[in-house]
Structures are given as structure tokens and as C-alpha cells.
């Protein structure tokens, strides 16, 4: 009986080996099909034809700034940086990701994205400064990954270096219908469009 247990288990390890392919994590591509450049600017925009456009910064009541959907399907929004730390030159999709508003001049240094808890309608929401910022709000700092997602992608927001803490990122629609984004059990689509290609076609 043991021996045959012994071979059993051999045998699931010789299938294991042999059928299991390496997971390759494949670069997350813009709008014009180019690899996303660690540390470039990009628009994050929604994947489909729905109300909304670019992400962006919008300051809601009391509430310290909160990143938000554009309402206008016109628009842009503020670009964002999007950097690792692992020194390579492109964004690897599910990598852990920092996402920055760097042309946002009343945050200076303070632009990095974190959550926050809007205990009046219980969401975590995405906002930017920091912990100073929110004297009386619950905190959660963190990073993102950009998932694939059949042919476009998803943000979800990561607690700590565990892969597995991540949330997907929503969009929550409040009473002065504010387009927040939130963590979200239905993920928003996105697509990511290069910031200095956009200018460059203005021009």
C-alpha cells in the first residue's frame, strides 16, 4: 500500500511539472498598442461607450480631494504617472503599480492615491494627499495592479505587498452624483491612453 501511494504521488509530480506553463506577465499596452513606460503619463478612461470620461481630482463637500470619473464623456481627466519600483522600463500587467497626479499643483508632493473611508455612506473611496490630510478618517495606504481584462483592463487596489488583499476599483455615484471611485465587487473596464501623444495631436 505504501508503494503504491509513493508512485501515486510521483506521478501527480511528473504531471505537474510537465503540464504546468510558467506564467509570463505580459506588458500592459495604450491605446496605440505601445508598452505603458515606467514613470510616462496616461489618461485612464472608461473601456466603453458609457456616461463618464478620464479620471480626475474633484474636491466633494467637507471631504479632502477624492479621485473621481470625469462627468463629460468629452473629457480626459488629469493624467496620471504610473511607475514600479523594480526599475524596468515598461508596466508589467499585475505588477504592483504606483499611480500619481503629478500636474496637480496643490498637492505638491502629496499627490500619491490612498483610500479613505466615507463613513456616511460606508464606500472606500480613492483620494489623494496625505495622512495629515484626513485628521478624522480611517486610512488605507496601498498600491495597484492593471489587470488584464479580455481585451482592456482593470484597476484594483492593493492594502499591502499580498496579491491577494486586492479589491477591484468601481465607480460609486453619490447624492450630488459625484462619479467616485471606490472599491467595487464590479470592477470598471479602462483603457490607458499615452498623456504625450494626446498633446501632441491638440497641437
Known amino acids: 500500500m505504501k508503494t503504491i501511494n509513493s508512485f501515486l504521488t510521483l506521478l501527480m509530480f511528473l504531471l505537474l511539472t510537465f503540464t504546468t506553463k510558467p506564467i509570463i506577465a505580459s506588458g500592459v499596452k495604450d491605446t496605440d498598442g505601445s508598452m505603458l513606460e515606467n514613470g510616462g503619463d496616461y ?29 463629460s464623456k468629452d473629457s480626459l481627466g488629469l493624467p496620471v504617472s504610473i511607475s514600479n519600483t523594480e526599475g524596468t522600463m515598461i508596466i508589467l500587467a499585475h505588477e504592483m503599480v504606483n499611480i500619481k497626479f503629478p500636474n496637480f499643483p496643490d498637492c505638491n508632493n502629496f499627490s500619491t492615491c490612498m483610500l479613505v ?12 494627499g496625505n495622512v495629515a490630510d484626513y485628521p478624522s478618517h480611517q486610512i488605507k495606504m496601498g498600491k495597484f495592479q492593471i489587470k488584464e481584462y479580455n481585451s482592456d483592463y482593470k484597476l484594483t487596489f492593493c492594502g499591502d ?27 470598471t473596464v479602462v483603457k490607458i491612453k499615452n498623456a504625450h501623444k494626446s498633446h501632441l495631436a491638440d497641437d
Open 117 to 128: 473611508m466615507d463613513e456616511s455612506v460606508n464606500v472606500w473611496y480613492l483620494g489623494i
Open 161 to 187: 505587498a499580498n496579491t491577494s488583499s486586492c479589491e477591484d476599483v468601481g465607480i460609486y455615484i453619490d447624492g450630488d452624483r459625484n462619479r467616485r471611485l471606490v472599491l467595487s465587487e464590479v470592477g
Open 43 to 71: 489618461f485612464i478612461l472608461p473601456s466603453f461607450d458609457e456616461e463618464g470620461g478620464g479620471v480626475t481630482i474633484a474636491s466633494i463637500g467637507t471631504l479632502p480631494l477624492a479621485i473621481v470619473q470625469s462627468a
